[in-house]
């Protein structure tokens, strides 16, 4: 099934909008799902950059962060979007890999 990016519509776009926006104090977004469904929506945002988005995760969920690094020396700003599996997930989709290929990569 496709992810419903439609019913949170407004936080999702809020929550990227401030992220981005470099007067803003927002530096991270949290994004995950609906209890078992496939809308997706906002689980936290904040501005304590990578050291506090990294805490933020649950390892029960699948979630994705968006976060800006600023520097201020850098010319262009700069994005990490990060996809976080639950290891259950990550263990099945692996042993499924392993089947199909002799090599399994893993992406950390």
């Given at each position: ?47 304590g950059g990578l050291p506090e988005i990294t805490v933020t995760f649950d390892n029960g969920r699948v979630m994705y962060g968006f976060c800006s690094l600023k520097e201020p ?36």
């Amino acid at each position: 099934m496709a992810v419903n990016l439609g019913k949170n519509r407004l936080a999702l776009l809020t929550a990227y909008q401030d992220v981005i926006n470099e007067t803003s104090s927002t530096d991270w977004a949290l994004y995950s799902y609906e209890g078992n469904s496939n809308d997706l929506t906002l689980a936290s945002s904040g501005a304590g950059g990578l050291p506090e988005i990294t805490v933020t995760f649950d390892n029960g969920r699948v979630m994705y962060g968006f976060c800006s690094l600023k520097e201020p020396t850098a010319a262009l700003p700069r994005y990490v979007l990060i996809n976080w599996v639950r290891l259950c997930v990550c263990v099945h989709v692996c042993m499924r890999v392993h089947v199909c290929v002799s090599t399994v990569y893993v992406c950390l």
